[in-house]
């Protein structure tokens, strides 16, 4: 392993971040959510919107790396608890204002109901917006289950995402002291974990219900480990760090998106663009630098979370105010017109709950007297 110094901020990955949150919400609204729009006539770019979450599982794992592989060098300890606070403050504070707002949300159109009809359905047990689901979402379980357990269905990842955390810390220390021989072999053991699911699926990662979602999130999260392993060794860092590389690599992506490519193959050249982002410090890197991009990358997450929430409020307004139940009956310029007004919902509740409900309640849950040791709380501040 190289004793490189630590590099510090990882620039270009936050603006990455953010474009592929923007995706996500463009996937969901215009190839789902509104049937008319027909964006796969033009493009499979949009489509394949569900990739960009594989994009986010290897921005985590390389992210945390850099961040947590000083601190879990040789033991876990009870850093390990320290460290699962550190995300939970990074992740629930958010997680939880946006599942109580569906379920204030969820109240009040039963309460118009209620005054329109006289009759006030319960909020189920059990199934998507129960009780039991609530109580799963408390507990950011819902991710093995994400059909019958959501409120918020992007939040499926989230789930999966911290079920990775809870293994981090111990599998860090031997990954990071593997020899290159070792790594390769995880590399490879991982990536064949995903053709598997590849294989099995026919080509489709969108596996966002069930066990096997697993197979798509840890694979991906250990590659996120172990390329950052190989930005420190110094892998091919001339060839990366080009401009033309940088390049190369995005009409790659593009290309391949565009025609619809398979998967897998986005994948290998996600990993590719994380090591080119985070190498290059050209022109490549200060286009993608721009003070938008940047805003975008901060403000990913609450715009990942709110956009459900958006998608949710939507539908009922939808229903009760204008009496419109089936969206296949809207015309294309009346869910262009809709979509772009969720969009820019999304980017405008996605600023104040970044600061309000995620930094300060990051910083409230941090400097509490129970979230122990500063040092692993202020080395998380950089983290995802």
């Known amino acids: 392993m190289s004793t490189q110094t630590n590099p510090g901020h990882l620039h270009s990955l936050t603006p990455l971040r953010g474009i592929a949150a923007l995706w996500v919400v463009l996937y969901h609204y215009s190839f789902q959510y509104f049937p008319n729009l027909h964006p796969d006539s033009y493009t499979h770019l949009v489509q394949k919107g569900y990739l960009a979450v594989d994009l986010f599982f290897m921005l985590s794992g390389f992210v945390l790396t850099h961040v947590y592989h000083g601190t879990f060098t040789d033991k876990v300890g009870d850093k390990y608890w320290s460290f699962l606070r550190a995300r939970i403050a990074r992740l629930y504070p958010l997680h939880l204002a946006v599942l109580l707002l569906f379920v204030a949300t969820a109240l009040a159109v039963r309460a118009v109901e209620y005054a329109a009809t006289g009759s006030f359905p319960a909020i189920p047990l059990k199934g998507a917006e129960s009780v039991w689901a609530l109580v799963a979402n408390l507990f950011m379980l819902q991710g093995l289950y994400a059909s019958m357990l959501s409120w918020n269905y992007p939040a499926w990842s989230i789930s999966l995402e911290f079920m990775a955390y809870l293994v981090f810390p111990f599998a860090l220390p031997w990954v990071w002291r593997s020899s290159g021989r070792t790594q390769a072999l995880l590399a490879v053991g991982a990536l064949a974990t995903l053709f598997a699911l590849a294989w099995t699926t026919q080509d489709n990662l969108n596996q966002w219900d069930g066990p096997q979602t697993l197979l798509r999130c840890l694979p991906e999260f250990l590659l996120g480990t172990l390329l950052y392993s190989a930005f420190r060794s110094g892998l091919a860092a001339s060839v990366l760090s080009n401009d033309l590389t940088m390049a190369g690599v995005v009409v790659a992506i593009l290309l391949l998106l565009h ?126």
Do not use: Q
């Not at 990993?271 to 901060?298: K, S």
């Open 259 to 384: 025609t619809g490519g398979p998967d897998l193959l986005a994948v290998l050249l996600f990993a590719l663009l994380i090591l080119a982002a985070v190498a290059n410090h050209g022109r490549a890197a200060g286009m993608l630098n721009v003070r938008p991009l940047v805003w975008l990358g901060d403000v990913s997450y609450s715009l990942y979370l709110i956009h459900g929430f958006v998608e949710y409020a939507t539908t009922r307004l939808l229903g009760l105010g204008l009496g419109i139940h089936d969206r296949k009956a809207l015309p294309g310029n009346w869910s262009m017109a809709l979509m772009l007004a969720m969009v820019t919902a999304c980017l405008l509740m996605a600023g104040p709950a970044y600061r309000r409900i995620e930094v300060g309640g990051r910083r409230l849950l941090r400097e509490g007297p129970s979230f122990g040791r500063l040092t692993l709380a202020t080395a998380g501040r950089r983290a995802n």
